[in-house]
């Protein structure tokens, strides 16, 4: 059965039909969910849909361009919540360069004092990176941590340092878009044990589905994709990045 390992089901997308949509999911194939908070907000709706449904569990933190949102104060709340049972990663946080605010400092205190949180609670980092490779390589080198760089879109030799860094690397609906040759590059070089499946959903919805809402049981698409790029069967697929997922979040 597939894990998703980066959902947002707190988005007011799913208002209006989030409770059906979720009670599907087992049905379609889907195993776990993990719900990601972006923000204080958002951290708080995935531990009430983690309390809701036994099958998601949540990753409390606060996304890069959110971050002017963060004190000291909120930084103790996201303590005190990573230490529930059903949150299982910090995150999703990391350095978004591609808009011009926040400021790059103000991304890099609040990624640092984030990754500082994710070592003294013990729990794995979901990386969200945009434009910001090395500088996001430099902060990671200074944490023993592991964990995610979610939808990933770097070069096939980044990834390799990354996994070498103990990190997965998390592939969603952008592997089966047509002209998304560096990231099937990506995975075709890089090892099946190292690839989490993801939808980021509402976001990314893979083909045939581009440009709709996406949700958990379209990821089968993005297995279909890797397995065609791998030359192996969409089971395997399925079965490796479960374990992956899995053993990344100790579930
Ligand atoms: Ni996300």
Known sequence: MIIDSHAHYDDEAFEEDRDNLLQSMQSN????????GANIKGSRASIALSEQYPFIYAAVGVHPSDTEELNEEKMAWLKEVSKKEKVVAIGEIGLDY???EPDREIQKKWFIRQMELAQEVNLPVIIHSRDAAQDTVEILK?????????????????AQEYIKMGFYIGVG????????????????????????????CPYMAP?????????????????????????????????????????????
């Not at 194939?29 to 990601?36: D, Q, R, T, W």
């Not at 200074?142 to 980044?158: D, L, R, T, W």
């Not at 878009?177 to 099937?184: I, S």
């Not at 698409?221 to 479960?242: D, F, N, S």
Request: neutral net charge; hydrophobic residues 35%.
């Open 29 to 36: 194939g889907i195993e776990k969910i993990i719900n990601v």
């Open 98 to 100: 591609y808009w011009p």
């Open 207 to 251: 083909e045939p589905n581009r440009g709709k809402r996406n949700n958990s049981a379209y990821i089968r698409y993005v297995a279909e994709k890797i397995a065609e790029l791998k030359g192996i069967t969409y089971e395997e697929v399925v079965e490796q990045t479960e374990k992956n997922a899995r053993d990344m979040y100790r579930l």
């Open 173 to 200: 609906g952008v592997v089966t878009f047509k002209n998304a040759k560096k990231l099937k590059e990506v995975v075709e070089n890089i090892p099946l044990t190292s690839i989490v499946l993801e939808t980021d």
């Open 142 to 158: 200074q944490f023993p941590a592991n964990g995610v760089i979610h939808c990933y879109s770097y070069s096939k030799e980044m």
